[in-house]
């Protein structure tokens, strides 16, 4: 059934950290929709992957390697992304990274990384798509954010920092640029099953945290959070701008103290 409210055909969409776990698995879910895809990421060949996968199923794909810690390239991406589909209707930034510490052994060069990627290339990427969104009467951003906006834990003081700047800025970009008709949600995933976190579920004892500590029992996987990005991105949210979405499986829920009886 074609569904006019969740319609992506046509739709130009670049992906930052396209070749990442999240960032591929987006890519081709709006590829399999009938959207044209930019898939950005560090690394030609693992774009190349990616682009290949989509195209070998008729999508439509092309790729850019940027670093996007320089504005300038941030920039660059932006506008080739616009030459190569003929337009720019949504980004999606799921570039980001991690270097989990404790925060006594965190180095300024720790820091510098982190936000680099994760706070200022969403911040940059969304400056440089703005005029051309603006320009074309529209547009959607949808941030990858995190549950450490509002939820910590031990070793990822300064990524937590960053997540919750991305949804700051998710409700910043969203405050100004409504007039422009240009809509910026985010989503705030907890540990979703992927390689980026595998430190922190791949040990027994932190499986067992996860899985008794979260609502509905275990971890989700990273097609749980599919359907979230896709409802930001299309008609289906037209009247929502500047949220997050919590895609925890229920921990902000609340506590259960009959555990400890
Ligand atoms: N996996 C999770 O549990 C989880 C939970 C919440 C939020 N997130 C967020 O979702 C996003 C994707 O996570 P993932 O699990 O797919 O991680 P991932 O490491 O698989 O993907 C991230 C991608 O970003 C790219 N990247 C890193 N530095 C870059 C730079 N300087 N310029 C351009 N690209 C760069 C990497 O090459 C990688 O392909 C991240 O922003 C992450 O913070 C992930």
Not at 252 to 261: M, N, P, Q, R, V
Request: with cysteine; aromatic share 8%; hydrophobic share 40%.
């Amino acid at each position: 059934m074609f569904d006019p409210l969740f319609n992506l055909k046509g739709k130009r969409v670049l992906v930052t950290g396209g070749a990442g776990s999240l960032g591929t698995l987006i890519s081709k879910a709006f590829a399999e929709r009938g959207a044209d895809v930019t898939i950005q990421d560090l690394n030609q060949e693992r774009i190349d992957d990616v682009r290949k996968a989509i195209t070998s199923e008729s999508g439509k794909a092309f790729s850019i390697a940027a670093d996007l810690t320089d504005p300038a390239e941030c920039s660059r991406v932006v506008e080739e992304a616009n030459q190569l589909m003929g337009g720019l209707d949504i980004v999606i930034n799921t570039a980001g990274i991690n270097r989990r510490k404790p925060i006594t052994e965190v180095t300024e060069e720790d820091f510098n990384a982190i936000v680099s990627v994760n706070m200022k290339a969403i911040y940059f990427i969304s400056q440089a798509a703005h005029p051309i969104m603006k320009a074309a009467g529209g547009g959607v951003i949808v941030n990858m954010s995190s549950l450490s906006a509002r939820y910590s834990f031990n070793t990822i003081s300064v990524y937590a920092a960053t997540k919750a700047a991305v949804s700051s800025i998710t409700r910043s970009t969203a405050r100004e640029w409504a007039k422009d008709k240009i809509r910026v949600n985010c989503i705030e995933p907890s540990v979703i099953k992927t390689d980026f976190t595998k430190p922190l579920w791949g040990e027994p004892h932190r499986t067992k945290f996860f899985d008794e500590t979260t609502p509905i029992g275990r971890l989700s996987n990273p097609e749980e959070i599919i359907g979230a990005v896709i409802f930001l991105a299309t008609d289906a949210s037209s009247y929502i701008t500047g949220q997050s979405i919590v895609i925890d499986g229920g921990i902000l829920s609340g506590g259960d103290w009959d555990s400890y009886a």
